[in-house]
C-alpha cells in the first residue's frame, strides 16, 4: 500500500504563489492515478486537480482552473500543485490521494490513499 505525506503549504498574501508536495512511499506510484482535493472549515471535501498515471492526462475543478497546475515526477515519487494567483477562498487543508489504475475521477470516495493533508492560508 501507498502512503502518502504532503508538504509546502503555509501562510501567503493574495496573489502570491505556493507549490505543494506529496511525497509517495511503500508502492509502485506509477501505478496510481493521483489527485489533490482540499477542505476549508466547515465545508465539505472539494476536488482540485487529478493526473493519469504516466501523467498525460489532468483535469481541473472550475475554481482553479488556469490557476493551478498538477504534475507528478514518477521517478521521485512525487506529486506536485503549482499554485499560482491564489486567493483567500483558497484557504484550506489540501491532501492528495491514490486511486488504483482505471479513468480519472474526481470523487473522493474513489481514492482509497489518503495524506494527512497540508493547510494553505491566504490572507487578503
Known amino acids: 500500500q501507498v502512503q502518502l505525506v504532503e508538504s509546502g503549504g503555509g501562510l501567503v498574501q493574495a496573489g502570491d504563489s505556493l507549490r505543494l508536495s506529496c511525497a509517495a512511499s511503500g508502492g509502485i506510484f506509477s501505478s496510481y492515478n493521483m489527485a489533490w482535493f482540499r477542505q476549508a472549515p466547515g465545508k465539505e471535501r472539494e476536488f482540485v486537480a487529478t493526473?493519469?498515471?504516466?501523467?498525460?492526462?489532468?483535469y481541473y475543478a472550475d475554481s482553479v482552473k488556469g490557476r493551478v497546475t498538477i504534475s507528478r515526477d514518477n521517478a521521485k515519487n512525487t506529486l506536485y500543485l503549482q499554485m499560482n494567483s491564489l486567493k483567500p477562498e483558497d484557504t484550506a487543508v489540501y491532501s492528495c490521494a491514490a486511486r488504483e489504475g482505471g479513468d480519472l475521477r474526481i470523487e473522493s470516495h474513489e481514492f482509497g490513499f489518503w495524506g494527512q493533508g497540508t493547510q494553505v492560508t491566504v490572507s487578503s
Open positions: 493526473i493519469s498515471w504516466i501523467g498525460r492526462n489532468t
